[in-house]
C-alpha cells in the first residue's frame, strides 16, 4: 500500500500512521505507560516525560547487555524489567516522593506532607468532638432522662464506666459525631492525597490520641474523655484508614475517566 509523508509523518488509507513516535520495544513501552498512567492529572507532564526517559534509558541498557549474552530481545526485556521492579512499586515510590517534596517549608518535609494533610483533616474532627465533650462537662443537660428502662437496667446494659445516654441535643452529637467523623476526615484526607493515605492517617492519628488521653485525665471523674480517646485508637484509627484509601480510589477513579474523555 502506497503511503505518503507529510512533515515526518507518514499517512495511509486509514489516516496518519504513529508508529514512529511509539518505541521498537513494545514491551518496555507497555511497562512505561503502566509506569506513569496513574500519575496522569497529578504529576506535571514534564515529569512523567523525564521519568519515562530515564526509565527506558536504564531498561535499554540492561537489555542491550543481555542481548550481547545472546539472550533474545523479548526475553531480554522481561528480564530487564523483573529486576527494575513492578511498575506499580516503581510508579509508588516515585510518586510518594515527588508529593512529599511538593511541601516548601523543611519542617512540614520532616513532617510528612502527608500527615500535614491528615492531620489537619483529623483535627479539626478531634476539635469538634472535644468541644462537645466540654459543654457535656461545663454546660451539663438540665433536661431529664426519658429510657425505656429503670437506670438499674441500664446499667445492666451499659456497665460502669460507660455512660448512661443522654436524652439530648448534645448528647446524641456526642454519640453520633464521633461515628461519623473519622469517616468524613478519613475520605477528605484520600481525596487530597494520592498515595498510601492509611499510613498518613495512622501516623497523624498517634499525637491526636495521645491529647485526647491527655484531655480525658483532666476531666476525671468524668469518664467519656478516657472512653473517647480508647474510642479513637480502636475505631478512629482504623475506619480512618479504611475512609482514606475508598477516597483515594475514587479520586485515582475519576481522574481516569477524565483523563479518558480528554
Known amino acids: 500500500m502506497s503511503t505518503l509523508v507529510d512533515d515526518g509523518y507518514r499517512f495511509n488509507a486509514h489516516g496518519p500512521d504513529l508508529s514512529s513516535l511509539r518505541g521498537d520495544n ?3 513501552e507497555d511497562y512505561l505507560e503502566t509506569l506513569t498512567a496513574p500519575m496522569v492529572g497529578l504529576v506535571p507532564y514534564r515529569v512523567r516525560f523525564e521519568l519515562r526517559a ?3 534509558a536504564h531498561l535499554e541498557r540492561q537489555i542491550d547487555r543481555l542481548v550481547a549474552e545472546g539472550i533474545d530481545r523479548d526475553t531480554a526485556s522481561q528480564k530487564a524489567i523483573g529486576g527494575y521492579g513492578s511498575a506499580r512499586a516503581v510508579g509508588d515510590a516515585f510518586l510518594e516522593e515527588w508529593y512529599e517534596n511538593q511541601s516548601k517549608s523543611r519542617l512540614l518535609r520532616r513532617f510528612g506532607h502527608a500527615n500535614y494533610v491528615a492531620f489537619g483533616r483529623f483535627a479539626i474532627a478531634q476539635a469538634i468532638v472535644t468541644a462537645l ?4 462537662v461545663f454546660l451539663p443537660s438540665g433536661a431529664a432522662y426519658s429510657l425505656p428502662l429503670s437506670p438499674a437496667e441500664v446499667r445492666r446494659l451499659l456497665p460502669e464506666p460507660l455512660p448512661i445516654p443522654e436524652a439530648s441535643v448534645s448528647g446524641l452529637l456526642l454519640i453520633l459525631v464521633p461515628l461519623i467523623a473519622p469517616w468524613i476526615a478519613g475520605l477528605s484526607t484520600g481525596f487530597a492525597v494520592p498515595i498510601r493515605p492509611g499510613r498518613a492517617v495512622y501516623q497523624a492519628m498517634t499525637p491526636i490520641a495521645i491529647y485526647s488521653f491527655f484531655v480525658g485525665a483532666l476531666m476525671l471523674p468524668m469518664t467519656e474523655g478516657i ?3 480508647l474510642f479513637q485508637v480502636v475505631y478512629w484509627i482504623p475506619s480512618g484508614a479504611v475512609a482514606a484509601h ?12 477524565i483523563g479518558g474523555v480528554l
Open 246 to 257: 475508598i477516597g483515594m480510589s475514587l479520586a485515582a477513579r475519576r481522574r481516569n475517566r
Open 54 to 56: 530515564e526509565t527506558a
Open 26 to 28: 513494545l514491551i518496555v
Open 227 to 229: 472512653l473517647f480517646a
Open 133 to 136: 465533650l466540654q459543654i457535656r
